[in-house]
C-alpha cells in the first residue's frame, strides 16, 4: 500500500468498497454524502471521522445530492432516483429513468431534485409529493446524448452531455435550452461546474483540460474565455496525459480545484489564470472533490477510475483536509511600480 503524506488530510473510516462515484458537503454543517459503485450512498460527519448511516441499492449509485441536513437524494444504476431520510432510515423512490441515472442535483431556487441519464433525458422531480411517481414528475426534457454531467447555480442549469454538447436552462422555463452549445473542448466531457458567481460554467475533459465558459454571448462576454491544459506530465518526451475527474469551487473566493487520473488535485485562479497549489499526489486517481460550506475543508476521494480497465489498484479512500487560506485565496496582481 502507498505511504500517504500527512498533507493529504485524515482518511474517513469505514469507506465504501468500490470506487466512489460523488461526494458531496452539506450546505449546513460538515456532513458529507458519498456515493459508490458498491451499491451504498454513506453519510459521514467529515469533522467526527464518524460514519452515521448508509443506504443500500439495487445497482451502483453514480451520484447523490443533500436536500437539507436531515435527507438527500441518489441517482443509481438500476435507473431509479431516490429520496433518503438520514435520521429514520427510510427511502422513497421519487420515480425512475429508462436507463441508468448518472447525475443528480437539488435546486434550492424551485424545490426541485434534477437528474441526468444515459437514456438521454433530464427530468425534474418535485420531491413533496412523494406517494406516488405521477405526483413528484414535474416534467421530461430530452438531450441530444446521455447525460454525463449538470450544474446548477440560482435559476441556470448546465447540462453536459456525450457528443460533447453543452444546454443551458433556465429553471422557470425549461421548454427548451436558453443556450445550446458545444463544448469548446475536444474531448469527451467528464465534469462541468457553474462559478458561485454565475455568470459561466468550467468544463473538463478525458484529455487533460478545463475550458472556463461564460453565458454572456454579446462579443465582451465571449472574449473572456478561455482553455488550459492541466494534470498532464511528460516523460521520455512524450506527454501523458490524465482525464479531468472532478472540478469543486471554493465558496468564499471563487478559485477551484481539479482532480484527476493523476492522483494530483490543483488549485485555480481562474481570474488570474495561475496555478495557485498542487497538493500531494494521493494514491489512486481523484475522482470526486468538494469543499465545505465555509471552504475550510476539502473532501478528496481516492479511487481508481477504471480509465485502464481492470488492474490491481488502491483502495479506495475518502481523505478529508483542512484548508490552508494560502492555498485558495487568489494572490493581488503585483503591479509594476511606475518609475519616478
Known amino acids: 500500500m502507498t505511504a500517504v503524506s500527512q498533507s493529504a488530510g485524515r482518511e474517513l473510516e469505514n469507506p465504501p468498497k468500490d470506487g466512489i462515484s460523488n461526494l458531496r458537503f452539506s450546505n449546513h454543517s460538515d456532513h458529507l454524502l458519498v456515493s459508490s459503485w458498491d451499491k ?3 453519510l459521514y460527519d467529515a469533522s467526527a471521522n464518524a460514519l452515521r448511516g448508509e443506504f443500500m441499492h439495487g445497482g451502483a449509485v453514480l451520484d447523490c445530492c443533500f436536500h437539507d441536513d436531515s435527507s438527500g437524494f441518489s441517482a443509481s444504476a438500476d435507473n431509479t432516483v431516490r429520496r433518503l431520510v438520514f435520521n429514520s432510515g427510510r427511502e422513497d423512490i421519487l420515480g425512475r429513468h429508462d436507463a441508468p441515472v ?5 435546486s434550492y431556487a424551485t424545490g426541485q431534485v434534477i437528474t441526468g441519464s444515459w437514456d438521454k ?3 425534474c422531480w418535485d420531491p413533496r409529493g412523494a406517494s406516488g411517481q405521477e405526483h413528484t ?4 426534457y430530452t438531450q441530444p446524448e446521455r447525460v454525463y454531467s449538470l450544474s446548477l447555480v440560482g435559476n441556470r442549469l448546465v447540462v453536459a452531455t456525450a457528443g460533447r454538447h453543452v444546454n ?3 429553471l ?4 427548451q435550452p436558453e443556450q445550446r452549445r458545444e463544448s469548446s473542448l475536444k474531448y469527451q466531457t467528464r465534469c462541468v461546474r457553474c462559478y458561485p458567481n454565475g455568470t459561466g460554467y468550467a468544463l473538463s475533459s478525458v484529455e487533460g483540460r478545463v475550458a472556463m465558459e461564460f453565458f454572456d454571448l454579446s462579443e465582451s462576454g465571449q472574449s473572456k474565455k478561455y482553455a488550459f491544459k492541466c494534470h498532464r506530465k511528460s516523460e521520455a518526451g512524450r506527454d501523458i496525459v490524465y482525464p479531468v475527474n472532478a472540478i469543486a469551487f471554493h465558496p468564499i473566493y471563487g478559485t477551484f480545484a481539479t482532480g484527476g487520473c ?6 485555480w485562479d481562474g481570474n488570474n489564470k495561475k496555478r495557485l497549489y498542487q497538493y500531494p499526489k494521493y494514491p489512486s486517481s481523484v475522482a470526486a472533490l468538494s469543499f465545505s460550506r465555509d471552504g475550510k475543508l476539502l473532501a478528496v476521494a481516492s479511487s481508481y477510475t477504471f480509465e485502464e480497465g481492470e488492474k490491481p489498484h488502491e483502495p479506495d479512500a475518502i481523505y478529508v483536509r483542512s484548508v490552508n487560506e494560502v492555498e485558495v485565496k487568489p494572490k493581488p496582481k ?7
Do not use: A, E, F
Open 102 to 106: 448518472r447525475c443528480i442535483d437539488y
Open 168 to 170: 443551458v436552462y433556465d
Open 334 to 340: 503585483v503591479l509594476p511600480n511606475p518609475t519616478s
Open 40 to 42: 451504498t450512498v454513506r
Open 172 to 175: 422557470r422555463n425549461m421548454n
Open 121 to 123: 433525458t433530464l427530468k
Open 262 to 267: 493523476d492522483g494530483y488535485v490543483n488549485v
Open 137 to 140: 414528475l414535474v416534467g421530461t
